[in-house]
């Protein structure tokens, strides 16, 4: 058969592929297919390439001063020190090309955690896969959010739009409709009966088989990703390139000078090139790049155990500073396992017993067990609440799960303890006829039905408000009587009473009527009144672990803001539960909805919990916390969570419920749905911004001293204080391990406590002062210690070796003044990171080598130093250090 489904009609693509539309593929069919077709899986991502990566190292400021540096130091002969800028180039390239893909590589694979699913229909059952495991053939089921797993031809579709903005590039959704008949030649976007891999469900549901997997998809054919990765760089690359340049403008300026001041003092021109290139070399921060990526990494990893996947690396340092989380109740702050407690009938309150989604429990009014035989309301109400479903309760080893919401289990589950089942009610002859599926801006779902006797009934459930201004009549005892308006507020009451509890309610109603068979007759006919049957509540209790976190962000002065589609009452009783607010303040959805812009603003300031609130009013809030200048995060699940995911600072989805492109859409997902672990993700987050902070000012304050330190020789026109070779040693061998070292470094004391960033700046104008000022202290040492050597009489060599030496080990030790965030080097933490300690090790062995190791001395221009001198050498190392302590001391207290 061609390849073009789109104009076949569905019997021949069943027999084609051998499958059944209502039974599936059986398990042998699919193994055999998987032979012939193999995983459905896009082979890897072409993202960046192997040699972008690399050109990337080549066009990096630093590597193209460095060029420069060892074509001047061939040009005046010094090949030994052109072939070891070269070996640096090169070491350089290839530990940032390999950290680089490394860190591409973890993004994608971490991404692949949580691998794609596909509900498919296989020897009659329903289930849930890993996408790559689909074959041609299979049944498809999808659903509202989901992406699709591959390419399919529809047989089935209810208002099912779909976005394919990652196949053709428009960004519109597109209507789709599983009855559409084509005789031409179609392009793509004109299929409207077939679903590609890699589009997006928005909204509606349908069926489909499997026509096309992997590569024999129409995305495959591309050879594109799907997923498109950010391009430019992140701000924190932004900000250390930026930094990186000011250090280059600060050597370019002392370059001018020394030329300058070379010819007025007549310096010999070699000497003035090699002072260039030694100037050239101290500026440039080598490790800079791979330590910032490592130290991300660190972080991204830690965050993982805890739950927290970040999908990108910078949002690890973001995570640090955010100042607002906005998180929605159900599943985030509630367990999401949820319970039908009890029925509210017509003057009636009836209590289910049993807990989460095993179908064991009574019914019982005032402590009575029902007689259900007798009681047709309630078997009504919980027929109607079950028939009015997408969800599916499933049994695994004696364990019972929802495939679909957790609401709707609920209803299955009490529909069951009556031994009521959706295939039960189909065998007695209920057939699904259309259906309004559930939205977040509506509130409610609505499914028709034709009966054994040929009836046609509607049954609808959803925010209670929202279905009572539905209902003009009410079930009671039997008999449909008007609802009057004091029978409204008599359930309004109730709904009012239940919620207080904290309980998710749900209203209930139906009507039998003639042409419902679909959504556009639904809505029809729903205008015409409906009959209310039932309220049913649900608990959902609140998570453990969350009002520990809600009071850690308090101390923290984060705020959190509960974000509800659910009712005042419920979110109110909630949010007080877990201690999100003490009083009963709620913001309706409807009131953000009216405010003006100042308005809107004083609104979401001073109140902690919203309810009703619709996606739209979701973008709302982020936009008036952005113009306040907070940092957010905010959570989300629905498709139209989107806009309001990508907009806030960090935007949060949920790995166990939620849609796909929330999840696509999102900087962070929270593989438990726990609020408490953004909290924890938000500590972690402060802990890496610290860390980088640390290393910062480590490298960047031990650069600035080796410039200072040139420069300063250049001033007292003393010979070369510093050669290339030797600052190539101290910034590629001494400083980059205690820098690594510094990501290990244990977390601050009341890191939470202390007010939350809002300076999103690591770099603020305190930060560059320290910097300059110890950079200063940094280069006083090993030049005073130079000045006596070389007037006490010792060789231009020796004073060299000695400064040199005092210099890295000054440099070496200066790690302990970065460590902590208040300076002081020794405190009861000093022994808590012992990488640090193993660089210092490392550092002080490597240091001794170049002094004495015949091999290194023949490289770095050293001699070896008498022990006589290390006393003057010591002082030289200790004074400096001292005194930035004491500085640290003074501005600490
Ligand atoms: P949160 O926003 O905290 O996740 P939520 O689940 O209550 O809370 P929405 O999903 O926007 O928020 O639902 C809004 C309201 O619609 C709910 O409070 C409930 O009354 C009703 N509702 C939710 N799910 C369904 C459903 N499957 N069928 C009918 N009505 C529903």
Known sequence: MSQKYYREKIDNIVKDFDTDLSQGLTQNAVEKKKEEYGKNKLSESRGVSFWQILLNQLKDLIIIILIIAAGLAF??????????????????TIIGFVTEYQAQKAVASLKNVLSKMA?????????????????????IFIEEGDQIPADARLFESTNLTVNEASLTGESESVSKDAAANFEEEKTLAERTNMVYMGTTAARGKGKAIVTATAEKTEIGKIGEMLDETKEGKTPLEKRLDKLGKSLVKITLVVIAILTVLGIVMGRPVYETIKTGI???????????PIIATITLAIGMQKMVRHKALVRELLAVETLGSVTTICTDKTGTITENQMTLKKIYLDNQEIEISGTGYQPEGDFSKAGDKIDLSKADDLKLTLKASLLCTSAELKQEDGEYTVLGEATEGALLTAGRKAGFSKAGLKEEGYQKLAEIPFSSEKMYMAVAYSTAENKEHLYLKGSPDVVLEMCNSILSGGEIKELTAAKKEEIKEEN????????????????????????????????EGLTFLALTAII???????????????????????ITGDQMDTAAAIARMVGITGSDNVVSGQQISAASGSELKELIKSNSVFSRVTPENKLQIINALNQEKEITAMTGDGVNDAPALKKADI??????????????????????????????????????????????????????????????????????????????????????FPALSLAWEQEEDKIMEERAKTERNIMDRSFKKKVAVHSIILAVGPMLLYVWALKSGYSLELSRTLSFSVLAFTQLFHVFNARRKSGIAFDKTVFENKYLWLAVGIGFIFQLAAIY????????????????????AAVAVVIPMAVIQIHNWKSYK
């Open 651 to 736: 935007g949060v989805s949920m790995g166990k419920r939620g849609t796909s492109v929330a999840r696509e859409a999102s900087d962070m997902i929270l593989l438990d749905d726990d609020f408490a672990t953004i909290v924890t993700a938000v500590r972690e987050g402060r802990v890496i911004f610290d860390n980088i902070q640390k290393f910062i000012y480590y490298l960047f304050s031990n650069n600035l001293s080796k410039i200072i330190y040139i420069f300063l020789g250049i001033i007292f026109n003393l010979p070369l204080p510093l050669i290339a070779m030797q600052i190539l040693w101290i910034n590629v061998v001494i400083d980059v």
């Open 75 to 92: 040009l005046i002969g010094d090949n030994l020190e052109g072939f070891a800028i070269l070996a640096v180039i090169i070491f350089n």
């Open 853 to 872: 190791l015949p091999a290194l001395q023949g490289i770095l221009s050293t001699v070896p130093v008498q022990a006589s001198l290390w006393l003057p």
């Open 540 to 562: 959902d209790p609140p998570r453990e672990s969350v009002k520990k976190a809600i009071e850690e962000t308090k101390k923290a002065g984060i705020k959190t803001k509960m």
């Open 119 to 139: 509900l498919v229909l296989r020897s009659g059952t329903k289930k849930e896969i890993k996408a790559e495991e689909l074959v041609p053939g299979d049944i």
């Open 278 to 288: 030694a100037l050239a070399i101290a500026a440039v921060p080598e490790g800079l």
């Open 496 to 527: 009012k009473k239940m919620g207080e509890e904290g309980l998710r309610i749900l209203g209930v109603a139906f009507k039998t009527g003639e042409n419902l068979n679909s959504e556009a007759e639904i809505n029809n006919n729903i205008e």
